[in-house]
């Protein structure tokens, strides 16, 4: 009886920890859409979310790469990103998901691969996970907090979660 007793309260006392833990985690919300635009400060791509549109200013290279890999375009020859999906493939390997998140005003990415169902996980720049997680069609991914932060306001959606 008492060992049945230890047995359950070790089992209430994980469950609450894995509850607590769980509350530690951000909320994160998976980005419906991504656009690729020119302005007068340069190109930049839009993650949007929930009526917002988290921009993220990127070099023109970065630009048209996840310009086609949106549209479908094809160059004569293949672009870096395209070259990474052939080799990941090549491996049996893909993008799984991608994590954006802002660190002293710089986005950065964490990109998750997975090759014959081992899981890595690597530091990158956002816009190279962004045009590799366009390529694989894999989820792209935020807090709330930085949708909320940094996402402006998409005209027509007044900032309603869609």
Do not use: W
Not at 1 to 16: E, G, N, Q, W
Not at 37 to 61: S, W
Request: glycine fraction near 8%; charged fraction near 20%; charge should be positive.
């Amino acid at each position: 009886m008492k060992r049945m007793r230890a047995i359950c309260l070790a089992l209430s006392l994980a469950v609450a920890a894995g509850a607590a833990a769980a509350s530690d985690v951000p909320a994160t919300v998976e980005i419906q859409s991504v656009d690729v635009a020119l302005t007068a400060q340069g190109p930049v791509v839009l993650l949007k979310a929930r009526g917002r549109a988290i921009p993220i200013f990127v070099d023109e290279a970065i630009a048209a790469s996840i310009h086609s890999a949106l549209t479908g375009e094809k160059f004569p020859r293949p672009l870096s990103h395209d070259l990474m999906k052939t080799i990941l493939q090549a491996y049996a390997g893909k993008v799984t998901s991608v994590g954006i998140r802002l660190e002293g005003g710089v986005f950065l990415a964490e990109l998750r691969i997975s090759v014959n169902g081992t899981k890595k996980v690597f530091d990158s720049r956002s816009s190279d996970a962004i045009a590799l997680a366009v390529r694989f069609k894999a989820p792209i991914v935020v807090s709330e907090e930085l949708l909320d932060s940094a996402g402006k306001i998409l005209p027509g959606s007044e900032g309603q979660a869609l």
